[in-house]
Structures are given as C-alpha cells and as structure tokens.
C-alpha cells in the first residue's frame, strides 16, 4: 500500500528529495504522499526512505491504498521503463 502523512508533519522538508518516485509534495497543510506514484520505495530501496528520514514518526501505511508487494513492484516497473 501507499503510505499516507499524518498532521502531526512539521513540514521540516526532508522527506521530498528521499522520495525515488517523485511521490512527496508540499500540500495546503502539511506534505502529502501522492498514491499513484508511491511504491513503498520497492525497487529503489529496503526500506520507505520517507519514513526512515521523519523526524517525527507521522507517515505510515495507508489502510486507504491497500497494495501487495506484486503490485507496488508492478507499480515501480511502470514508473521506471
Ligand atoms: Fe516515496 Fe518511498 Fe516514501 Fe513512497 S515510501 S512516498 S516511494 S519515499
Ligand atoms: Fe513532514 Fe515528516 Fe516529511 Fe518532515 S519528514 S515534511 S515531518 S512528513
């Protein structure tokens, strides 16, 4: 699944150049994760690079975008060729 930012981001700015996909902008709030273009960082790196840069622990899996692991692979395939 796509991961999702709770209000509890201090719009600190580090997590947007981690994302491989391009995935992460400014929104009217907070920063926001856009689903079509997250892939929980699979096919890039181990582990989601947004989550292991937040300083303040607020982005998580959005039960909202439930995705396998096939499919976010599938997702990056698309993205990449
Ligand atoms: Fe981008 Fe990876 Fe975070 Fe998804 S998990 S928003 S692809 S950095
Ligand atoms: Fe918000 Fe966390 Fe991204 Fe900083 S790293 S902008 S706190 S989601």
Redesign the pocket.
Known sequence: MSLV?YD?????????PECPNGA?SQGED??VIDPALCTECIGHHDTPQ?VE????E??EKDPKHPEDHETLYQKYLRLTQ
């Open positions: 930012i509890e981001c201090i719009n600190c700015d580090v997590c947007e992460i907070i920063y947004c840069v937040c300083p303040v607020c982005i």
